[in-house]
């Protein structure tokens, strides 16, 4: 079964750093790799998604990038912003089983002011 | 457009009743999924749906969880003889198609006493 680890579980930083998040995952055959945002009693809000084939995705100031083959993925945040604080999710489709995502158990993030 | 809704936003009930939760995806999505989470953890794939039918109900923890779409739009996911362990939000989430992108509603927060 699919393992998805994420480190660290909470991370506190002033405003403007940059910062990454860890994603690692024990079965490398993947379909693809998605990062998502929660905020507080919301949903999650699809933020990148790697194809396998793929090494990395860029979206504004977050990039995150795929190596299959160690079973590792990070999400980059350039100059956060508080704005930026919320709860960030891996989750891992595989290529045996396409109808599941295998979530993380997050990242949460404060960006202090 | 329109996201994917879920009803009610929270649901407080007691040990041993039954409970129908909703979902609303987003119009012309074919594929469905339900997953839950509990507090701390990412969420859990339950069941998957492709049109009307449960394409992977492995998911399920138990029985006493049923899951429809009879006309391959609104979903409910019902519980049976609730438990104080069910107590959890209850995600629900629509993509265009298998293996894409998944778009999730708010939750349902599942308390039961």
């Known amino acids: 079964k699919q393992e998805v680890t994420q480190i660290p579980a909470a991370l506190s930083v002033p405003e403007g750093e940059n910062l990454v998040l860890n994603c690692s995952f024990t079965d490398s055959a993947i379909y693809n790799l998605q990062w998502f945002r929660q905020d507080p009693g919301k949903g999650l809000t699809s933020l990148l998604l790697i194809q396998s084939s793929q090494r990395e995705q860029t979206s504004g100031r977050l990039n995150a990038s795929l190596d299959k083959s160690s079973g590792r993925s990070t999400l980059y945040i350039a100059a956060s912003q508080p704005g930026d604080s919320a709860t960030y999710l891996c989750a891992v489709l595989g290529v045996y089983n396409f109808n599941k995502f295998y979530f993380g158990s997050g990242t949460k993030l404060n960006v202090k002011p | 457009g329109a996201g994917v809704s879920q009803t009610p936003s929270n649901k407080v009930t007691e040990k041993g009743k039954y409970v129908e939760l909703r979902c609303d995806p987003i119009s012309g999505h074919t594929a469905l999924y339900w997953y839950r989470q509990s507090l701390g953890q990412g969420p859990e794939f339950l069941i998957y749906f492709q049109g009307t039918g449960a394409a992977d109900d492995s998911g399920l923890p138990n029985d006493r969880f049923f899951a429809v779409r009879p006309e391959g739009s609104v979903s409910t996911l019902k519980i049976q003889r609730t438990e104080r362990g069910d107590s959890a939000v209850y995600l629900c989430?629509?993509?265009?198609?298998?293996?894409?992108?998944?778009?999730f509603g708010p939750g349902t927060r599942l308390l039961v006493l």
């Open positions: 989430a629509s993509s265009p198609g298998h293996q894409e992108t998944q778009y």
